[in-house]
Structure formats: C-alpha cells, structure tokens
C-alpha cells in the first residue's frame, strides 16, 4: 500500500476527517453530478456514478441529496458546468503526484493547485509526466481485529478480488475496477467493516521518504486535499508508519 493509502486510512481511524464532512459531501456530491451529466442518471448502465453513489452511501449522505446531485447532472435541475482537469506532478524527493480537480473556474483551480506545490516542496510536471506509474484500482482496507485472513481470502476468490495484503495492523483488498462493488458487497454482507473502501489510483512502484522530506511530503498532500476544487489526491510515496502516525495527531 502506498504512503497515500496509509495516510488515507490513519485519517479515517482517528476521525480526522469528520471535520471535513462538508468538504467530502462536495466533492462526492460534485462526482455524482458529473457522472451523471456523462452517462446518464441510470446507475445500473453507469458505473461510474454507480461507484459514485456507493461511496456517497459509505459517507451517509441523505438521499436526498444523491437524488438531487442526479438531477442538476442530467439537466432535470439547474446546476454549475464542472470541467475536469487532472494535474500531475512531483513532490519532495521525486515522489509522483496526480490531482483530479472538477472546478467550474480553470484558471482558479490551476493556480491554487500550483500554488500548494510551489510552496510545498513540489512542481507540476507535463501531462502524462507519471500517469503511466499508476492504475485504477478497488482498495478495501480492513483493521486484523475486524476479520481472519482466511475470511478475507475466501471472498477475494469467490468475487473477483486480485489480491490479499498483509498491512501489519490491517488488511488490504485490491480489486480490478470491474469487481469492487462485487468484492465490497461481500465484505458488507459478511458484516465485516471498513477503514477505508473505495476505487482508487494505485502506483506500480514507490518512493520511500523520510525525516524532513516525509514531513513535507505530508504538508503538500494536506494542501493539495484542501483545495476547493480538488476531488483526488493519489501519490506513490511511502515512509514509516510510526511516523505517519505521529503526523496525524
């Protein structure tokens, strides 16, 4: 698992991320509204809004307010014309970065995303510069005390899943796109819960970091995540969990 997952899944253990709950609701509502708007309000012939509703629901968001993200996305409500753009990049020590932003002003999104980089250790790079180190992915992350390796194996097997993870303090499912609301139903169905669930940018290799750059490494993620219009923040760096866990204190 990348430092970016680690992160990810020490955030959501301590909470760190209730703070942000508006913020999630956003960028999930702003994800439903896009998906729906490019493939129609039918999540049974739109998988990506069906992922985007999934992940809604993980987040307990009303439905309601899933309903009316549909709408505004299929023109059925007015809504705002979000453009997609994906910057990509590098940070402290050369770790790669990619930013999916969904933003109705492009040069706001483009100068706030350089900005976080500039000021922490990092540059933009090219398009295509390190999309090729990364692949999409189902992640399911699961603490040992939730569920016995042999539990986990069984529904990889039986639903499609491509691998079971040792992460010392917890499990890791990665899926193939196309299998993750299959292996994650499982995983709910069993009443096994989850740290973290959901289809994601998985690097082919990492880049371990320390001290001071793993520190900073953290500072540009953090700022990258807070931008407005960010929707994804995925990276391949990775460091000591002992330290990751210091930082999210």
């Excluded at 209730?18 to 490019?38: H, N, P, V, W």
């Excluded at 933009?124 to 539990?151: N, P």
Aim: with cysteine; glycine share 10%; charged share 30%.
């Amino acid at each position: 698992m990348s430092g970016h997952s680690k992160w990810a899944t020490i955030k959501h253990k301590k909470g760190a991320l209730d703070a942000k709950r508006g913020k999630i609701f956003t960028r999930l509502i702003r994800e439903i509204t896009i998906s729906a708007k490019g493939g129609g309000g039918d999540p049974d012939g739109n998988p990506r809004l069906r992922t985007a509703i999934l992940a809604a629901k993980a987040e307990n968001m009303p439905q309601e307010n899933i309903k009316r993200a549909i709408q505004r996305g299929t023109g059925e409500l007015e809504g705002v014309n979000y453009e997609e753009i994906k910057f990509e990049g590098y940070g402290p020590g050369g770790v790669a970065i990619i930013v999916d932003v969904l933003t109705d002003n492009r040069n706001r999104a483009v100068s706030e995303i350089r900005h976080s980089f500039s000021k922490n250790g990092g540059n933009l790079g090219e398009t295509g510069s390190v999309r090729f180190m990364f692949h999409k992915k189902g992640l399911l992350a699961i603490e040992k005390s939730a569920a016995t390796e042999d539990q986990l194996m069984e529904i990889v097997l039986e639903h499609g899943g491509e691998d079971l993870n040792d992460e010392g303090d917890s499990w890791e499912i990665i899926t193939d796109p196309a299998s993750y609301e299959a292996v994650a139903a499982a995983v709910k169905a069993a009443g096994i819960p989850t740290v973290m669930s959901e289809v994601t940018m998985v690097a082919s290799t990492y880049t371990k970091l320390e001290g001071k750059e793993a520190a900073q490494m953290v500072r540009l993620l953090e700022a990258l995540e807070d931008c407005d219009d960010t929707q994804n923040v995925y990276s391949n760096f990775d460091m000591d969990a002992e330290q990751m866990e210091q930082m999210a204190e």
